[in-house]
């Protein structure tokens, strides 16, 4: 064994600190890679034009936002419910 592999087995640190990083924009682009993947998996008999994907990431991203929101207030009125349940009893 070379001195590098004794160094990973005595600090496996050393394996997280030589991996490069992904910034977001490439974790980004990776994940609208397979979205794109999965849309021409799914629909293989139609062209999908980049306009068409796009708006179709866009519609998800709304999607999430509008999920995020309702959670959120939801949150706020059960939590509003409950502390007045425990103020009339």
Partial sequence: MDKFNLKM????????HNQKKKDN?????ENNDLLYQF???????LYINPELYYDIINLIDEEIKDYEINLIVEEIINGSINIVIRENN
Avoid at 9 to 16: D, G, Q, R, S
Avoid at 25 to 29: S, V
């Fill in 9 to 16: 087995i005595a600090n496996p640190y050393l394996l997280k």
């Fill in 25 to 29: 924009t490439q974790i980004e682009r």
């Fill in 39 to 45: 849309l021409d998996y799914k629909y293989k008999s």
